[in-house]
């Protein structure tokens, strides 16, 4: 039985920067870890960070992968994905969450 998808995810510029720039394994993990977070609720996949910014989840090979995201309201079901890296720290680092808000001011800007 297929799973309908709760929201589409669309990547801007740096989130598609930052996929190129892994290995073909890494890059796999991450897609299939969103794909799944749009299918079911699991905040080991999906967990909301701030007011307005989300995060993707995924690990492999030891690492633990970020992609940050917020939602797109005008359109109202989809998530925008504004760039990712690779966690070192406990926290997501504040500056990486403020660097996701700015893309998404620019993002609403633009539209």
Do not use: C
Request: net charge positive; charged share 30%.
């Amino acid at each position: 039985m297929a799973l309908d998808k709760r929201f589409d995810v669309y990547f801007l510029g740096e989130a598609r920067d930052f996929l190129q720039s892994l290995s073909k394994g890494e890059k796999e993990e991450i897609l299939a870890d969103i794909k799944a977070a749009t299918q079911t609720i699991n905040s080991t996949l999906f967990k909301k960070l701030s007011n307005e910014i989300w995060e993707f989840r995924s690990k492999y090979g030891g690492r633990q992968f970020r992609m940050l995201a917020f939602w797109d309201k005008k359109q109202k079901a989809m998530v925008i994905a504004t760039h990712g890296f690779i966690k070192k720290t406990q926290k997501v680092p504040q500056r990486e969450i403020e660097r996701a808000e700015q893309i998404m001011r620019k993002y609403y800007m633009n539209i």
